[in-house]
């Protein structure tokens, strides 16, 4: 039995936000694009999206009033957790397919798993969200798992 | 059949070293692509006296574009990443200058996918973030 974790926060396992689509524009890649560093060409120009554009692309836009003090927005995916000191997380990404100019794209998140380990100076709650991104087709272009830690 | 690429790939190999030293001006550009405000990535005052970092935190996914363009510049136009894996272990900070690569862990022909090693190391050498990779290379149609 978890000490951390109750029957009701763990309820929240399998709930899903809202499907997001957006456009991509070709002004945004390239933005992203130099703010990367990146080198090829096609990137820069801006016809084909780099790996890891989707993280801007699908970033939260919230209006001023639902930042908190310290510029962070809210996740509605999310239960309150007892514990609320972020840690290191981890993604791990499968590309399906490129992305490009002019694609319009859909994405999903689903709160995957809530789990409780015990860390060396005390306990840690590991929480996993999956984001799965399509385009018009319906066709999968990513899925996006990300793990994040809270002490 | 995998392409001639391919075939010239063996385990060990390591990818090119690049050195990145974020100022803060791409570090506004990044967030700003984002639309992220967390304070930490601009707000010198407060990322010191508030949060007790030592200078502007780089931001996290930032570091881990820098992995996928160590994958995606050594495959060029042979082939494409398929899948990556990796998790912030230390944070950095602005003016640090910071060293992405890799190498190749091990190949699997009938896929024409290599499976890779790739980080990013501080000043200190300290892996920062480490990543596991799978290039996938284009193949060459036989018939």
């Known amino acids: 039995m978890s000490a951390l974790l109750s029957s009701e926060l763990l309820a929240n396992i399998g709930r899903c936000s809202e499907p997001r689509q957006e456009l991509v524009a070709r002004r945004e890649i390239r933005k992203y694009s130099i703010a990367t560093s990146q080198r090829q060409r096609r990137f820069l120009d801006g016809d084909e999206a780099p790996p890891m554009f989707h993280v801007a692309l699908f970033w939260d836009v919230v209006e001023l009033d639902q930042l908190t003090t310290d510029g962070v927005s809210i996740d509605g995916l999310l239960p309150k957790f007892p514990l609320e000191r972020a840690m290191a997380g981890g993604l791990k990404i499968e590309y399906h397919q490129p992305i490009m100019a002019g694609d319009l794209l859909t994405a999903t998140r689903t709160l995957t798993d809530i789990y409780e380990k015990q860390g060396s100076q005390g306990p840690l709650i590991f929480y996993e969200v999956v984001m799965e991104v399509v385009n018009e087709s319906g066709e999968p272009v990513l899925t996006e798992k990300t793990t994040r830690i809270l002490r | ?143």
């Open chain 2, 1 to 143: 059949m995998a392409t001639t690429r391919f075939a010239s790939i063996k385990v060990g190999d390591v990818l090119p070293e690049r050195s990145f030293t974020p100022n803060n001006v791409q570090l506004m550009m990044y967030n700003a692509a984002l639309w992220n405000a967390h304070r930490i990535h601009f707000d010198h005052p407060y990322a010191t006296g508030v949060e007790g970092y030592p200078g502007l935190v780089i931001a996290g996914p930032l570091l881990g574009d820098w992995l996928n363009q160590c994958v995606v510049d050594w495959v060029g136009d042979d082939g494409v990443l398929a899948a990556i894996e990796y998790s912030n272990r230390k944070a950095s900070y602005i003016d640090e200058t910071l060293r992405s690569g890799g190498r190749v862990l091990a190949l699997r022909p009938e896929l024409g996918e290599v499976e890779l090693e790739v980080s990013i190391r501080n000043e200190a050498d300290e892996v920062i973030v480490p990543g596991i990779a799978i290039a996938r290379f284009h193949q060459v149609n036989s018939s």
